[in-house]
């Protein structure tokens, strides 16, 4: 009897514990250049008629300078950002909105989201608003038009595995002002809303057929975060595979068909037509994680809030 009511006491103590404290312990495995403590610089030059002398551009790469206008390509480091080097008619400009920043004993990335100001011959002022994204994939340079900056982008690697959780430290500076800003040259646009930080990650089985790239979502996570808070550490996102029970819920950047793009086999940058929710058990062959100031897309979002992040881990 005494035997019985104390099992039946431990049994009571574990049902009311966390469920992260019931689940055992998966094994990590620290995406390369995750910790954010190497960083690459790139000074350039930008035309003078927009202004400005020398800029830093930084990149999540190992530690090194690169002096002139030169395109950059991530060789060592899989991630890439919102960090681009332009030119546009033959005008050189820059943006920078992710940098590195103190974390503890060590450093991160933080992501802000701003709104580029600088006058073209001194006279003509224009005003371009960007969330800082970092991301795995690479990003042409240099970009040479606006008006679909994100075709630049070629989002996401090689990737076969099937991890349970995405893990990573973040803070974040969400002011909930009320108000968000759509600015993509001459005019800003001030309007009610709200905008909020975003972390998706994603599984893809993709395949090319004609120069155009299908694929179906293998697994899917996502987390919007509304609020400001001081730094929280080893947060999981779980990646749901097949179709998400939130499917409704999800933003813009995680349903299906959103508004990524890849290279193809010539090179081309094209749209991921995304065909359905893989069926269980189907092996990926990429892996999205895309980490962003705002949610809105692009030129859209309230100026001032900032994501944080440091330590980007898989967990299976």
């Known amino acids: 009897m005494r035997k019985t009511a104390y099992s039946i006491l431990i049994l009571s103590l574990f049902c009311f514990l ?23 610089q790139r000074r350039i030059k930008e035309s003078a008629i927009v202004g400005k002398d020398s800029v830093t551009v930084y990149e999540i790469d190992k530690e090194q300078t690169i002096h002139g206008n030169i395109p950059y390509i991530n060789i060592d480091s899989p991630w890439a950002t919102s960090n681009a080097f332009a030119k546009v008619m033959g005008i050189v400009k ?14 991160c990335a933080e992501m802000r989201t701003e709104i580029m100001n ?30 679909n900056a994100i075709e630049s982008v070629n989002i996401g690697i090689p990737f076969t595995k099937r991890p349970k959780y995405l893990v990573f430290d973040y803070k974040a500076v969400i002011l909930n002002t009320g108000t968000i800003s759509i600015s993509t040259g001459m005019k800003r646009k001030d309007m009610p809303g709200k ?14 057929r004609d120069g155009k790239i299908y694929a179906e979502r293998v697994a899917t996570g996502e987390m919007l975060i509304d609020s400001s808070c001081d730094w929280k550490h080893g947060v999981r996102l779980k990646l749901e595979y097949g179709r998400p029970e939130n499917e409704a819920g999800l933003s813009e950047f995680s349903r299906l068909n959103s508004f990524f793009y890849a290279e193809n086999s010539s090179g081309k940058s094209v749209p991921i037509q995304e065909t359905g929710w893989a069926e269980p058990g189907t092996v990926p062959t990429h892996l999205i994680i895309y980490f962003a100031s705002g949610s809105l897309g692009p030129f ?8 944080s992040i440091d330590n980007v881990m898989l967990e299976y």
């Open 195 to 208: 905008d909020r930080a975003i972390v998706t990650v994603q599984l893809q089985r993709r395949s090319e």
């Open 94 to 107: 820059t943006n920078v909105n992710v940098r590195p920043a103190a974390h503890g004993n060590g450093r």
């Open 18 to 40: 966390p469920a992260t404290a019931q689940e055992k312990a998966g094994t990590l495995e620290p995406i390369p250049f995750g910790d954010f403590e190497q960083w690459t």
């Open 300 to 307: 859209t979002g309230e100026i001032g809030n900032s994501l």
């Open 118 to 147: 600088f006058k073209v011959f001194g006279m003509a002022k224009v005003n371009v608003l960007t969330a800082g994204a970092v991301y795995l994939g690479r990003l042409r340079e240099p970009i040479s038009s606006m008006d």
